[in-house]
């Protein structure tokens, strides 16, 4: 059997890996030294041993210009984008390198983000292999939420120099949803709060059968629970200073460690406890110091802190367009939200308790070992974000559905159809998203609707329109539509019903495949009907602009051979409009040819001809306008 897919959080501060047990429930992957977590910080010894984790940690103090903390900030980014405060947290070189792609300088080698991110997935891979027993080689890897493409990227060619194949990149919010089961949360709003080591994070998602959105995020790049221990190491040493530790011993770097690193423990300790103790002992400055801090003076220190995090959050929620009230949930993430006073502060600002029954430091985790068991084909009453359960397309004139993305493509996916307008100087097209695996939209789910606007006038089938279907890893669609000429462009983000049960799908496919053919001939009809339309349309412009020219005879043939289509197309026959088309195709040759000869006509070449004659093969169409805006789809051949 092959070894289990692994979830990792990689994480600014801390990184860890999870995996769902034998009783189903997920749990975080402690190493053989009992240890969950891996710092996330590498660090290049002399000699070239590189030192990732704890041990890493430790020798930050020693030696800042060849330990790396928070790479993370810097994965898919460019010197230029880099803040003031990002630069800040750097002690060592960066090299502006070919592309927008930074490295840094270490002992005069020169490394990418992916390459130092890799050290780090390597050690919370090899860690968890001597767990499992097994050699780990496929993984999920998690990213917050606002990472561009460029930094899924990035996190992506980590995880390959690592070794390992990453089969999917999941948001840390949806990751903790994840963990929660909230994904069964139908229609459910989620707030994330992910108060980390440095960072602070909030999202807003929606819920929609299984699929999750992110509606907003915001927080602070500069705020997080190590600025607790900064808040608590400068009062102290304050009080140091007034109590007579000389300038000089303040100012050493080994006792500044020291002090932030009890600072930290206080810290800990009273997320559970209501009083403890600071000792700072350091021989070697004879200074010895000790004193008390309650919870209650620590919460005075912090609460600066804790309340920069409401702005980001109340913005978070207004560009999601929400009240607090239409929160369904809060989940914490991130260690620092151990702190009584930061889920106290949460929970009084959501008006809700916040859910803190797993650990915050785990739960990204947890929710990236569920979905990697997904992957692996568990948890299958869950929600299906893996493929495409049915079809999804746009609804053509007549009423037909030009299948885009088919069921059971894999996702993320990408597809995309080119489209036409259906009269002369149409300036707006109306796509109709349908969701299905029926012929016609009528018998599909309706998804939602794209309009394009703003198409400069052209004959009829002259522009191209690119249609796009983009499903997301997350299940999230976005249709784009976009007129090649002027550029003009519509977008739409759609979530597909993917939280149809497996019932309702095989008994949608069955249905599909028990009218397969009245369908089929039902689509062709609408379809062909469509194309008469367009057909005869074009043909009595053609004939008034030929007005007196033809001779009364062929005129009278045309005649004829028209009626004949529209016969046709009142009948119920798709071969019978089919062959008064291409009667009528040979009898109107003469007048399609006679117009070609005028200066006009030229102008738009051998387009129109191609129109007029082949539109029967080459256009799929028919349907009238669906609001008021009288536009029509049709699909080019
Ligand atoms: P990140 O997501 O940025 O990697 P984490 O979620 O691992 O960060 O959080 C790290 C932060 O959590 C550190 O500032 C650490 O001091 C803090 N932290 C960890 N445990 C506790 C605790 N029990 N009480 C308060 N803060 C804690
Ligand atoms: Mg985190």
């Given amino acids: 059997m092959a070894a289990p897919v692994l979830g990792i959080d990689l994480g600014t501060t801390n990184s860890l890996a999870a995996l769902v047990g034998a009783d189903g429930k997920p749990a975080a992957l402690r ?30 103090a020693d030696d800042p210009m060849h330990t790396v903390f928070s790479v993370k900030r810097l994965m898919g980014k460019g010197i230029e984008d880099l803040t003031e405060v990002e630069r800040s947290h750097c002690p060592y070189e960066f090299v502006p390198a070919d592309g927008s792609q930074l490295r840094l300088k270490i002992r005069g080698r020169e490394y990418t983000p992916q390459e130092i991110s890799a050290q780090i997935l ?13 050699t780990v080689t496929r993984v999920v890897i998690t990213v917050p939420a606002y990472f561009d493409e460029s930094q899924k990227q990035a996190t992506m060619a980590a995880g390959q120099i690592a070794g ?16 929660y089961g909230l994904d069964g949360l139908h229609d459910g709003v989620v707030v994330v709060y992910d108060l980390g080591g440095g960072t602070f994070d909030v999202s807003v998602l929606k819920i929609e059968s299984g699929v999750f959105r992110v509606l907003a995020t915001n927080g602070d790049a500069a705020l997080g629970g190590d600025d607790f221990d900064r808040a608590i190491a400068e009062r102290c040493a304050q009080e140091m200073r007034a109590a007579g530790v000389p300038e000089t011993a303040l100012r050493d770097p080994g006792l500044l460690q020291v002090l932030r690193a009890a600072a930290e423990r206080a810290k800990m300790e009273l997320s559970e406890k209501l009083e403890t103790e600071l000792v700072i002992s350091e021989d070697r400055l004879g200074v010895r110091w000790r004193r008390t801090l309650a919870r209650a003076e620590f919460e005075s ?128 097209i109306v796509f109709h998203i349908c969701q299905g695996e029926r012929e016609l939209a009528k018998d599909c789910r309706s998804l939602g609707k794209l309009i394009l606007r703003g198409i400069p006038g052209m004959p009829a089938g002259m522009p191209r329109v690119d249609v796009t279907f983009h499903i997301d890893s997350d299940g999230l669609l976005t249709v784009t539509a976009q007129e090649r000429r002027s550029g003009v462009k519509a977008k739409v983000e759609i979530v597909p019903k993917h939280g149809l049960s497996l019932d309702e799908i095989t008994r949608l496919v069955q249905e599909a495949a028990a009218h397969a053919k009245e369908d089929f001939v039902a689509a062709r009809l609408a379809t062909l009907r469509a194309d008469a339309e367009f057909v005869l349309r074009k043909l009595d412009a053609r ?3 030929a007005a007196g020219r033809l001779d009364a005879e062929t005129l009278s043939e045309i005649q004829t051979a028209r009626d004949g289509v529209v016969d046709a197309m009142a009948g119920q026959s798709p071969d019978g409009i089919d062959g008064a088309l291409h009667y009528l195709e040979d009898v109107a040759r003469p007048l399609v040819e006679m117009t070609m000869n005028t200066v006009a006509q030229r102008a738009v070449s051998g387009k129109l001809l191609d129109e007029v004659t082949q539109s029967a093969e080459r256009t799929k169409a028919a349907a009238p306008a669906h609001d008021g805006s009288g536009p029509l789809s049709v699909k080019r051949g």
């Avoid at 053989?32 to 020798?59: H, K, M, N, T, Y």
């Fill in 31 to 60: 190493g053989l030294d009992g240890e969950a977590i891996v710092p996330s910080v590498v660090s290049f010894a002399e000699g070239g041993a590189v030192v990732v984790g704890r041990a890493a940690r430790r020798r930050a």
């Fill in 122 to 134: 390597r050690e919370v891979v090899n860690r968890a292999s001597a767990v499992v027993g097994e």
């Fill in 164 to 179: 390992l194949q990453v089969l999917r990149i999941l948001n840390e919010p949806t990751a903790a949803s994840l963990a």
């Fill in 301 to 428: 220190i912090v609460a600066p802190l804790i309340e920069r995090t409401v702005g980001p959050c109340r913005r978070a929620l207004s560009d999601a367009e929400l009240e607090p009230e239409q929160v369904h949930a809060v989940v914490l993430v991130g260690g620092a939200t151990y702190v009584p006073a930061v889920r106290a502060r949460v929970e009084q600002l959501f008006g809700r308790k916040p859910y803190c029954e797993l650990n915050p430091m785990e739960v990204v985790a947890l929710g990236a070992a569920v979905q990697a068991k997904k992957l692996e084909g568990g948890f299958q009453n869950l929600l299906l974000l893996d493929v495409t359960p049915l079809s999804l397309g746009t609804e053509t004139y007549g009423g037909a559905v030009a299948k885009v993305i088919p069921r059971n493509t894999a996702i993320p996916a990408r597809a995309s159809e080119q489209f036409t307008t259906f009269t002369d100087n149409q300036t707006a």
């Fill in 543 to 545: 004939v008034a602009d």
